[in-house]
């Protein structure tokens, strides 16, 4: 088993297909604050909530210089059309193959209906302008948490 990703470790390296950015990587993320946020299924309710709601606070976070970008292991098709619906301002990642959602050990066992499967943690990664690991949340609940992302970001930054 991969070590768990912990605060002060860098982004693992990474390219991938992405929406807006053709081909996203870490180098995509170098010089400015990001916030990647991990998400299980486009064009599902909570997590069309969560894009909606990073996408409305957009400017906010652009306003501190932070980057924003969606991660998730649909399609890049699934992502184009999941982000023309929302309008979205920022960056789906493509991560068919899990390789960075498992880097960033957010691809666990979950539960449906007594179902056992593997899937996507939601889990939002806050990186400094050198790709360091700052701020990371786990087991995220949707409610409010774009604005506990966006206060921690006013404060480190």
Same mark, same amino acid.
């Given at each position: 088993?991969?070590?768990? +990703?912990?605060?002060?470790?860098?982004?693992?390296?990474?390219?991938?297909?992405?929406? +807006? /950015?053709?081909?996203?990587?870490?180098?995509?993320?170098?010089?400015?604050?990001? +916030?990647? $946020?991990? #998400?299980?299924?486009?064009?599902?309710? *909570?997590?069309?909530?969560?894009? @909606?709601?990073?996408?409305?606070? #957009? =400017?906010?976070?652009?306003? /501190?210089?932070? %980057? +924003? $970008? *969606?991660?998730?292991?649909?399609? /890049?098709?699934?992502?184009? =059309?999941? =982000?023309?619906?929302?309008?979205?301002?920022?960056?789906?990642?493509?991560?068919?193959?899990?390789?960075?959602?498992?880097?960033?050990?957010?691809?666990?066992?979950?539960? !449906?209906?007594?179902?056992?499967? !593997?899937?996507? %943690? @939601?889990?939002? $990664?806050? $990186?400094?302008?050198?790709?360091?690991?700052?701020?990371?949340? @786990?087991?995220?609940?949707?409610?409010?948490?774009?604005?506990?992302?966006?206060?921690?970001?006013?404060? !480190?930054?």
């Amino acid at each position: 088993m991969k070590n768990e +990703i912990s605060l002060h470790d860098k982004i693992p390296s990474f390219s991938l297909e992405a929406t +807006i /950015l053709n081909t996203c990587s870490e180098t995509n993320l170098l010089g400015h604050w990001t +916030i990647l $946020f991990i #998400y299980p299924k486009d064009n599902t309710s *909570g997590c069309t909530r969560e894009a @909606r709601e990073f996408n409305e606070r #957009y =400017s906010d976070f652009k306003s /501190l210089g932070v %980057e +924003i $970008f *969606g991660l998730s292991k649909d399609t /890049l098709a699934s992502h184009i =059309s999941f =982000s023309k619906k929302l309008d979205l301002q920022f960056s789906l990642i493509s991560d068919p193959q899990t390789q960075l959602i498992q880097d960033l050990n957010a691809w666990k066992e979950k539960s !449906m209906y007594g179902k056992k499967y !593997m899937g996507a %943690e @939601r889990s939002t $990664f806050l $990186f400094d302008k050198n790709l360091v690991t700052k701020h990371i949340w @786990r087991k995220v609940k949707v409610d409010d948490h774009v604005n506990q992302v966006f206060d921690k970001c006013k404060e !480190m930054i």
